[in-house]
């Protein structure tokens, strides 16, 4: 691996952190108010809350919303073990190979899956 795809890895697996505040800027603006208002009201720059606006909107937008009833067999195992690895990989367990057995408890339900997430 060369310098430059090290460090585009580097970046790509980095988590930043969430404002301490970013949770009150998306309630105050799911409210209707104005990013000068909430500035205002929580004292963080309007250029943060700017950002704090768009990343949040970018995470809805990006969440898929799923029927798995309305998927074929195949994609509904699919879409389960992608479920339980995400939910492993946040827990910070690690995920059981195939044909072990799992390091988390859990359903092989989609459905209920998604619920627990």
Do not use: W, Y
């Amino acid at each position: 691996m060369d310098h430059q795809t090290e460090r585009r890895s580097k970046l790509t697996t980095k988590t930043r952190k969430e404002h301490p505040k970013a949770r009150q800027v998306i309630a105050l603006s799911d409210k209707g108010f104005k990013r000068s208002q909430i500035a205002a009201e929580t004292g963080v720059p309007a250029r943060q809350v700017r950002h704090i606006i768009e990343e949040e909107n970018i995470k809805r937008t990006a969440q898929a919303k799923i029927d798995p009833d309305k998927l074929s067999l195949t994609a509904q195992q699919k879409l389960g073990a992608s479920i339980k690895q995400a939910a492993c990989t946040r827990a910070g367990i690690r995920a059981a190979h195939p044909g072990g057995s799992a390091s988390s408890p859990g359903s092989d339900n989609p459905a209920a899956l998604q619920e627990n997430l």
